[in-house]
């Protein structure tokens, strides 16, 4: 095992971690859809949305930035699939919802602060901890992160559009420890996907930590992370920090 170094950086997923939707994406697409005059069910909408997203992301991975797309296109063509799916042929009529939800997921209203994200963070703060962002997002991240008051505690937001790669891709995170100009073990990550988050960041060095909410853990997942690496919300972090910190003073 390579030498203990003291904690300087964490990086942050955003959705599921610090931020989540107000309302789910299917009650999103039906109210827009409703006031555009047409009315289709939330649940299939919702059905629907997870469906093309899926192959959206598996036919143009990262926005599909590599294949000549704008991540506006790539979010525009997943909700025409949507409502495809959902049973609605008529691509011009859905045209204009379609803009109008890229706008609406574009503003900080749409989305909310998880309880114990803006307490955890003025505390990392206070410990003289730097803060970044690396999450698999857009443009948008900033406004959104700026309109919910969060962007003031991160040196730098790293989306996955901006530096080419999504997690758990290493490069994206090797990119924010460049652009920290921190070594991976003394860097953590944290966010809430097994794979992009625990997994990515654990691949290249860094700690890291999984946030999981009131859903049981999936087994496999569980065995395989230590419980001290394990968040039930955001304010078990510091007490971790502590324990990580306080089982390096004892080697």
């Known amino acids: 095992m390579g030498r203990w170094l003291p ?3 964490l990086t942050w997923d955003v959705k599921d971690t610090l ?30 949305f997870r469906q093309a997203y899926r192959t959206q992301s598996h036919s143009f991975p990262n926005y599909g930035l590599s294949q000549g ?14 409502f495809y799916l959902a049973g609605v042929r008529d691509a011009q009529a859905v045209a204009p919802i379609a803009d109008q939800l890229y706008e609406d ?17 003025r505390g990392c ?3 003289g901890l730097r803060l970044a962002v690396v999450s698999n997002f857009d443009r948008r991240l900033e406004d959104i992160l700026t309109g919910l008051g969060l962007r003031e505690h991160f040196d730098f937001v790293l989306t996955s559009e901006a530096a080419g ?15 920290a100009q921190v070594e991976p073990a003394g860097a953590a990550h944290i966010g809430d996907s097994y794979l992009c988050d625990y997994k990515g960041a654990q691949g290249v060095g860094m700690h ?15 065995c395989s ?6 968040l039930p919300s955001l304010s078990h972090l510091l007490p971790a920090l502590d324990r990580l910190e306080g089982s390096a003073l004892e080697l």
């Open 7 to 9: 904690i300087r950086l």
């Open 19 to 48: 931020l989540r939707l107000r309302h789910p994406v299917g009650e999103e697409y039906a109210a827009k859809a409703r006031a555009h005059g047409l009315e289709v069910e939330a649940a299939t909408l919702g059905q629907a």
């Open 69 to 82: 797309l704008t991540s506006r296109r790539w979010w525009l063509d997943v909700v025409l699939q949507t």
């Open 105 to 121: 997921f574009s503003k900080p209203c749409t989305w909310q602060v998880l309880e114990g994200a803006a307490a955890t963070l």
């Open 125 to 127: 703060r206070k410990r």
């Open 165 to 179: 790669w999504p997690k758990p891709d290493p490069r994206i995170f090797h990119e924010a420890l460049r652009l």
């Open 208 to 222: 890291s930590f999984l946030v999981f909410g009131p859903e049981p853990l999936d087994s496999a997942v569980k």
């Open 225 to 230: 992370v230590p419980q001290e690496r394990l």
